[in-house]
């Protein structure tokens, strides 16, 4: 099964050859960091005990893991943190948010065996930790008989990911022997990754670290700047969408002309955030050929910007610090069988959160809150249906407040997963197979 795996890998590789040729001219994402995806990372030669790899995918899981990031050094101070990401956004937002924390920060490498070996040799990591379900065969294998602990943190298992490995249980199962602790979110994580042929001895629930990461402050000084900028206050409700995806910037500039055509004088501005970069200059042009005033964050600050209609954050890493300006936070991912984005950050921010029916991604999580009053979830994916919803929180301050103020509470609430994942990973810190 191993050699089907490494030959479906190479012959998908080669057939996205041309794209990584295309994206290298037009320097696009997924060149971003090519050299350091085969293995040509700097070498790391750390002078203290020991060297953990901390691998996050994107922006959601650079985020989420932050506060274990922290709290880990903290109690371990004498260890050296590599961290390592996929994406392009992943690596320009973990050198920010991860200055002062992590001693390395690169790209983690495609899964290809002559890749990994060549990563490993460079990194020397003593333990590694994947964060979800980052389960690549070559690199935990390699890991593992190189004398490297392996363990899983924030582990998740979506209901399509689950159907996908059950297909192939015993390769799985053979993947998982190499695995030292697997970390999961949910009893429903623990019980799909234990029915994949994991030792249950190394499965335990650890509960969700974005629950913690009220944690991590927000960048106070960009708040503020934003606020003075754009001209937000009270006297101009502010909905902020983020992480959105096509199509969903349509359905919501029809939702604010809905708004403005029934209360022209009440109306609100829209901040759109799209979750991936590359869509930042199309969402722009969208929103003006709709007939909207715009402004960009990435452009110089003008006059303009303190009136326009809709404001584009088309920048990486800064979506926290405008959720306090916001009086509706709608989630994006949501509105399409995308899986939905976080929902933990506008409610560290106390905010009233709307999110579309497709929310697979956090399911237990979205359940939580709706069991609490602390989000509303729409039931249609229309125009309509999101315009009636902020038609209603925009005339009920109270409600607003209310949903905001139990968004909070529930993250207050089940607090915890970091120090319980440290205390499970502390036998393997240090430690060598």
């Known amino acids: 099964m191993a050699l089907l795996y490494n030959l479906a890998l190479r012959t998908g590789f080669l057939l996205l050859t041309p794209r990584f040729i295309y994206d290298a001219v037009k320097k696009g994402k997924y060149a971003a960091g090519f050299k350091q995806r085969l293995g040509y990372v700097p070498e790391f030669r750390s002078s203290t005990s020991a060297t953990v790899l901390l691998h996050c995918v994107s922006v959601g899981e650079t985020n989420a893991a932050l506060p274990l990031a922290r709290r880990l050094k903290e109690r371990f101070p004498d260890i050296s943190l590599v961290l390592s990401t996929t994406t392009k956004t992943g690596q320009e937002l973990a050198a920010q948010t991860y200055a002062g924390i992590a001693d390395l920060i690169v790209y983690f490498p495609f899964d290809f065996p002559g890749s990994v070996r060549r990563f490993l040799r460079a990194i020397r990591p003593d333990l590694v930790l994947l964060t979800e379900t980052e389960l690549w065969y070559n690199f935990i294998h390699t890991s593992a008989k190189t004398g490297t602990r392996v363990a899983i943190v924030n582990g998740r298992l979506s209901g399509r990911s689950y159907r996908r490995y059950a297909r192939v249980t015993g390769f799985m199962k053979r993947l998982l022997s190499y695995v030292d602790l697997a970390l999961m979110q949910s009893d429903t994580d623990a019980e799909r990754v234990l029915s994949l042929g994991i030792a249950p001895e190394k499965v335990h629930v650890t509960g969700n670290l974005k629950f913690d990461i009220s944690d991590v402050p927000a960048q106070d000084r960009l708040t503020d700047e934003f606020r003075g900028r754009f001209c937000i206050n009270a006297n101009s409700p502010l909905i902020l969408a983020a992480s959105t995806h096509e199509p969903e910037e349509q359905m919501l500039i029809a939702a604010l002309q809905s708004l403005r055509k029934h209360a022209p004088d009440e109306a609100p501005r829209l901040m759109l955030v799209p979750r991936h970069p ?22 110089a600050p003008s006059e303009a910007d ?14 926290r610090s405008a959720y306090p300006l916001a009086d509706i936070v709608f989630v994006g991912g949501s509105l399409i069988p995308h899986g939905g984005q976080s929902i933990f950050e506008p409610a560290a921010a106390g905010r009233a959160i709307v999110t579309g029916p497709y929310t697979a991604n956090f399911d237990a999580a979205v359940k939580e809150f709706i069991s609490r009053d602390a989000i509303i979830q729409l039931s249609e994916a229309t125009a309509e249906s999101l315009a009636a919803v902020f038609a209603d929180l925009l005339n009920d301050h109270e409600r ?3 949903l905001g103020r139990n968004a909070a509470s529930v993250l207050r609430s089940n607090r915890g997963a970091v120090d319980r994942t440290l205390d499970m990973l502390s036998p393997l810190v240090g430690s060598r197979r």
Do not use: M, P, Q, Y
Not at 306 to 319: Q, R, Y
């Open 400 to 402: 607003r407040d209310l």
């Open 306 to 319: 303190t009136k326009a209609n809709v404001i584009v954050l088309d920048s990486v890493g800064e979506l």
């Open 278 to 299: 590359e869509r930042f200059n199309a969402v722009a042009r969208l929103v003006e050929s709709a007939g909207f005033t715009v402004a960009r964050r990435s452009f």
